[in-house]
DNA sequence: ATTAACTATGTAATCGATTACACGAAAGTA
DNA sequence: TACTTTCGTGTAATCGATTACATAGTTAAT
């Protein structure tokens, strides 16, 4: 019924060994042209399927890369992992998936499982801002495993990275809120010890400087990228003793939730605040009253990963190969910050 | 460097066989507890880690299940997956994620790759609508893998499912809009050839009829699940010599579309025309002009096939164990089909 | 005619772990 | 004492494919 096929059985039937029906179906030109055309035609007609399981023991590689991700169901990350998924298919290569779900524990737990399983590689945003799993890290590296960050990463030596410039992004989104003629921008932050947060943070920071505006400590909100986060954001900022006229949110999620508290309150987007969020999830375009938000390009993001691997994979130099690729965030106008129709 | 370490030169060191290791390692009551102790320790102490891929070999289980969706950037099948790799993560096995952009050639071609991969398993939401691929699934199923099919299913012998009562959600959908005074109600449909689209398509049948509402075939258009074809399909139907007053659309996207035309006409949503969606995409909730979808619990969908297939794995009855798993789904009832405030 | 050079294939080791079977030593039994 | 168990470990086959090396049969070269 479910009978393995192998080259042995193969070769049983032609009465020849395994080692020339190896050959001839890996078209080694040592075979004579007759034998190959015969286990070819005998190997399909038997339903033959490589075990790749064999192959992968033998060669040492199992064509499987492993994407870990804080989690999978956000548009950004599923975002990413098609576009690596789409870059390595063509090469052969598998993605497995793991979540960390913001757990560091996870995190750890998901490399060695992945190293366990012999990936040829790993991709993944880091979770961990501790150095709690640095040795995970160099530990893969030690294999000769080519590591790779993407979006949220971390200095570590060897290990490559692909990222936006986040520091842009916040510096262009802050720009546009002051062009539109806010004079107190408020920021909401993530955790500030990711570096994306931090650069976001010192881009927003940078374009107040860099017009004018002097910074207020007061204004900046770390807080979690929940729309709840954004309501209780907006009660706070309102309340203080000049409250801002305008946010730069490092989520889109908060700034959606920035914006349901606004109106809660009755007042006017973008007229008497404007908002403009970070990621471009798919509801910003969608709202009527659409988002601005900074792009990430989480497709190109995820092709530009898969590439570095590709560069890396198999490469035996002992020197570190370390590549850092920064794409050019991109910011989309949408009606949360636009106060004069063209 | 990057030196493997293995039983056998862990059996080296101790002088003893890698039988004994693999054996103590293993916790196997016939090794001495003095030899136990003394194999895990030195173990730990070169930092050995066990070679799945041999293991794999040798049981013939890759502890690796594949799941293949049209295309993971979707909230719906991300949200599965996720569903997916936590119900299984715990069980030690790995996902392997496959796209096959709703074509059919592709997804012959994943389920072979699969298949070669020596996965234990495969989740699917099947693409293909003709019987092309009927022969890759045999595949599967011959090599006693078990396959399951959530959402999108189809028959076949052998083959267990987790869907939604998809003719029970465009029931409910469509009673909402005629319990809001909805007299001609229109349906945007998806390629009814899948058996997911034709039932909610009958199940909207259904519900006209037994509220004595006459079943009008202009009323039903089948078009892409996008917001392009939603406003398409609104600007075909009020071109009708009787319009009508509510759509119930399989797609959430084509609601929005459909929202998005009937508001560049200046037709008041829900006054004069209501509109309900399908999928509870996270949109739907967060549009100021709230969109009403029948939720399909992905995450739950996600979960439950995962169960179905550890119930399924390694049994070897030659009985085909087939069950079909039927969830509820849930009408979200939201702004755009809500005409009377509580 | 004799040796060199190919050609096509076979032999056997290898990747790393598991496990049926074998076996010597220790312990228990009559 | 002689015989049976039990215990702990070693031996070697196995999973399926690849490949360095060996070899028999041809062909070419001197």
Redesign the pocket.
């Known amino acids: 019924m479910s009978e ?8 049983k039937k032609l ?12 078209n ?9 055309q015969l286990v070819l035609e005998t190997a399909a007609s038997m339903n ?8 992968a ?4 590689r199992s064509n499987n890369i492993g994407v870990i991700v804080p989690r999978i169901d956000s548009n950004f990350f599923a975002s990413v992992i098609r576009g690596i998924e789409e870059e390595l298919y063509p090469h052969g290569y598998q993605v497995i998936i793991c979540q960390t779900h913001e757990n560091p524990k996870r995190e750890n737990e998901n490399l060695y499982t992945l190293i366990d399983a012999q990936v040829d590689g790993i991709l993944m945003s880091v979770t961990d801002v501790t150095n709690e799993n640095d040795k995970a890290f160099h530990n893969v590296l030690q294999k000769n495993v080519p590591l790779i960050f993407f979006d949220r990463s971390k200095h570590i030596d060897g290990v490559s990275s692909v990222t936006i410039n986040d520091f842009k992004g916040g510096y262009i989104a802050t720009k546009q809120l002051i062009n539109q003629g806010c004079k107190s921008i408020a920021h909401l932050s993530g955790d500030q010890s990711l570096e994306i947060f931090k650069n976001r943070f010192l881009g927003y920071k940078q374009a107040l400087l860099d017009n004018g505006i002097t910074f207020n400590e007061e204004y900046v909100i770390q807080s979690k990228s929940s729309v709840e986060a954004g309501k209780n954001a907006i009660n706070i900022l309102l309340e203080l003793e000049t409250p801002p006229d305008a946010i730069f949110s490092s989520s889109d999620f908060a700034a959606l939730g920035a914006i349901q508290e606004l109106r809660e309150r009755n007042i006017n987007i973008p007229q008497d605040f404007c908002v403009a969020g970070f990621s471009n999830e798919p509801f910003t375009k969608f709202m009527e009253l659409s988002i601005t938000s900074v792009d990430q390009s989480p497709l190109e993001m995820g092709k530009m990963s898969a590439r570095v691997f590709l560069e890396q994979v198999g490469k035996t130099d002992t020197i570190k190969i370390e590549k850092k690729v920064v794409l050019a965030p991109e910011l989309h106008i949408r009606k949360s910050t636009s106060r004069t129709r063209a």
Chains 1, 2 share one sequence.
């Open positions: 393995k096929i192998t080259i042995y059985d193969i070769a009465n020849i060994t395994a080692a020339t029906v190896s050959r001839a179906l890996n080694n030109p040592k075979i004579k042209e007759s034998t190959k033959y399927k490589q075990n790749k399981l064999a192959l023991l033998k060669s040492g």
